[in-house]
Every structure is written in structure tokens, then in C-alpha cells.
């Protein structure tokens, strides 16, 4: 059964700092693609950032660009997003999702981790 | 990149069909075939419906079916159950660095 699962949210000040985490298991993580995507409360979804399997190709949000470095280890199949200077505005729950191969879509997502900024 | 557009609300009766716009540009989903639909219950995470505009991943029910003309998606859910009041998401991909636009999400009412 394919999972994944966020950790590292939190309270963090203004201008903080804060690394999530997202462990998979049930699939061979190293052939997938990656995304960050997080949900403000009550608002939509809000696609971060990117990185392909083999580390070479990362995009991110205009939103996030500088601020966010998203990053894998596949020997711990594991993927991460440091977040730098946060904001209020960064106050979300956060979803690492899976590329469903080749169609641009995300296929498994976890949980969520919530990050309030305050 | 700006989200694409959808209604903020549709209803239907249970037995009816209902359906979804996603109104993009041509720079997404009007350049690629890349449109997929997500339905996401309260509190929990999103959950793929359609990719690749028409195709249901395994598991997801036929009555969800996706199209596209021009710049605009749609979601059609036929035979409606009260299991499927949710928010509904379109995304597409895009011709700049962005690897999803999602869409401004639709809460769907059962009446």
C-alpha cells in the first residue's frame, strides 16, 4: 500500500524557519516525481514546489521562490521542504503529493502537516 | 500564474448529473492535455478522480467522467450520492516553471 507520511509542522515566528518531511513507503520512491502542495485554511489548493526523481529538475511557486528549497534522499525515501522567512501568509497545511508518471497529476497524497506562522 | 476558474458552488439532486468547469487560458489548459480532477472531503486529503483530461485512475468510479474544449475542462459526475459532497478540484499543467495550476475549487452540494 503506497504511503506517505508528513512530519515537521509547527508554530514558528515570523521570519522562522521550519523543515518538513515526507516519508513513502509501498513504492519504489526513487522513480517518482515529487510535489509540495499546501491548503491555507478554508481556502483552495496551492501547488509549491517540484523535483523530479533524479534531483535534477526542481520549479517552485512564484509564492516561494527563495524562500523554499525542496530536496529528496531516496536511500531514505524521503522528501523534504526547508522553508526559510516564513509569513503569516505561509500559515497553511502541508501535503507532499505523488507524480502519477507521466500525466501531471498527483496520484497518493499524505496527511498533511500544519505550519502556523504567528 | 494565476488559478483557474470554477464555480464556487454546484448542486443536484441524488440520480442527477452534474458538471464542473475549469476555465483556463491558453498558456495551460488549452496548450496540454495535462487536466486532472480531485475531490477533497473535509479535513482530509485530495483525492485523484481524472488525469490526462479523461483517464480515471484505478479504483475511481465511472461516474466521474472528464472532457475538454478549448480552454475550458469539465467534470460530469453522473447517478450523484450523498457520498459525493465534496470540493472539487481541476489543475492543469502550464507552459511556465509551474508544474500544477489548480483550480479555485468547487463545493458540490447533494440536495
Known amino acids: 500500500e503506497v504511503q506517505l507520511v508528513e512530519s515537521g509542522g509547527g508554530l514558528v515566528q515570523p521570519g522562522g524557519s521550519l523543515r518538513l518531511s515526507c516519508v513513502a513507503s509501498?513504492?519504489?520512491?526513487?522513480?517518482?516525481?515529487m510535489n509540495w502542495v499546501r491548503q491555507a485554511p478554508g481556502k483552495g489548493l496551492e501547488w509549491l514546489s517540484y523535483i523530479s526523481s533524479t534531483f535534477n529538475t526542481k520549479f517552485y511557486a512564484d509564492s516561494v521562490e527563495g524562500r523554499f528549497t525542496i530536496f529528496r534522499d531516496n536511500t531514505k525515501n524521503s522528501l523534504y521542504l526547508q522553508m526559510n522567512s516564513l509569513r503569516a501568509e505561509d500559515t497553511a497545511v502541508y501535503f507532499c503529493a505523488r507524480d502519477h508518471q507521466n500525466t501531471v497529476s498527483a496520484d497518493y497524497w499524505g496527511q498533511g502537516t500544519l505550519v502556523t506562522v504567528s | 500564474q494565476s488559478a483557474l476558474t470554477q464555480p464556487a458552488s454546484v448542486s443536484g439532486s441524488p440520480g442527477q448529473s452534474i458538471t464542473i468547469s475549469c476555465t483556463g487560458t491558453s498558456g495551460d489548459i488549452g496548450a496540454y492535455n495535462y487536466v486532472s480532477w480531485y475531490q477533497q472531503h473535509p479535513g482530509k486529503a485530495p483525492k485523484l478522480l481524472i488525469c490526462a483530461v479523461s483517464d480515471r485512475p484505478s479504483g475511481v468510479s465511472n461516474r466521474f467522467s472528464g472532457s475538454k474544449s478549448g480552454n475550458t475542462a469539465s467534470l460530469t459526475i453522473s447517478g450523484l450520492q450523498a457520498e459525493d459532497e465534496a470540493t472539487y478540484y481541476c489543475?492543469?499543467?502550464?507552459?511556465?516553471?509551474?508544474?500544477?495550476?489548480f483550480g479555485t475549487g468547487t463545493q458540490v452540494t447533494v440536495l
Open positions: 509501498g513504492f519504489t520512491f526513487s522513480n517518482y516525481e
Open positions: 489543475s492543469s499543467h502550464t507552459h511556465t516553471n509551474t508544474r500544477y495550476v
